[in-house]
């Protein structure tokens, strides 16, 4: 699964730790670039949309005229992966949001935001993870947990009993922060998903 410098995976570069995805698909051998333009959008194979802050995100899409060009994208079957805020903006729906928060939506579910509560701003657990032989570190900050799936979205991870990682065709998304603690496995697993588009 490493060394495909043909394939082109941009990050969403408007906020949040983009420089830890950059350096996570570096690792495995793909172009990796951040996307802040409609331009750098139309290159991609694939999206990462990282933590970060989900309302401040959102609206910097806007300003930077590319929500409309992300929801396109998506919902034209580019595969996107999003972590934690990057869950929140692929989520259908969002429970306690902020009023009117938007999203690009795409995957069928329903998240809550923060919604470990104050006393657990952030942990670390290790959990199992479909399709993967050993558990992933995951290290949740601030994190969504998904409240509702639709019929099409698969599990592939629960913490505290909701679902904390999700696929829905070409869409991924995990609670955590897989891009932390130098595990490239899910990494890895949404790359061999942009390969296999
Ligand atoms: N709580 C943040 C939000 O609602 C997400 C936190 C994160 O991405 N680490 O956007």
């Not at 992933?136 to 601030?142: D, E, L």
């Amino acid at each position: 699964m490493t060394g495909r410098p043909s394939l082109r995976i941009g990050v969403l570069a408007l906020q949040g730790d983009v420089r830890e995805h950059i350096a996570s698909l570096d690792a495995l051998g793909v172009d990796a670039f951040g996307v802040r333009r409609a331009e750098e959008l139309e290159r991609c194979d694939g999206l990462v949309i990282p933590g970060g802050e989900s309302t401040t995100m959102i609206k910097l899409a806007r300003n930077f005229e590319l929500l409309e060009p992300l929801r396109a994208r998506v919902a034209a079957g580019m595969p996107a992966f999003g972590t934690c805020a990057g869950m929140i903006l692929l989520a259908d729906r969002i429970v306690d949001g902020a009023e009117g928060q938007e999203t690009i939506g795409g995957l069928d579910i329903t998240v809550r935001r923060n919604a470990f509560g104050r006393q657990v701003d952030s942990f670390e657990e290790d959990l199992p993870f479909a399709g993967l032989a050993d558990p992933v570190h995951a290290v949740f900050i601030r994190a969504p947990w998904v409240e509702r799936v639709g019929e099409r979205v698969e599990v592939l991870a629960t913490a505290a009993g909701h679902p904390v990682a999700v696929r829905q065709e070409h869409l991924l998304a995990t609670s955590f922060h897989p891009e932390v603690g130098g595990d490239a496995r899910v990494h890895g697993a949404f790359v061999d998903l942009v390969a296999a588009r």
